[in-house]
């Protein structure tokens, strides 16, 4: 079954390698990538911002995770990071410059 997240927010994540990305997401995913850290499978996850503006960049990305992702189940052994194709990737930039972000 794919997802059917809103977006309401930023994060940042920090892999185990140490390095750092952003996301956008909900507070139920935010609670799935906090569970990962718990479980060792990231270093930590950050939100940087709530309750973002419904733009038409973050409905662009609202619906290419929900048409390519599942909500993990709460049981999960790794982490997904949700790939971004150079077209995705132009609007979670252009999400986070609306946000005064990065």
Known sequence: MKSHETFTLIEE???????KYMEISDM???GRVEL?????????????QLNI???PHVQAYEDYVNENYEMPAED?????EWAKPEKIQKEV??????NHIG
């Open 93 to 98: 930039d252009a999400i986070l410059q609306e």
């Open 36 to 48: 990962a850290a718990e479980r060792g499978l990231i270093k930590q996850v950050r939100i940087l």
């Open 13 to 19: 994540i920090t892999r185990l390698d140490g390095s």
């Open 76 to 80: 999960f052994t790794e982490f997904q």
């Open 53 to 55: 503006a419904h733009t």
């Open 28 to 30: 139920v995913q935010n």
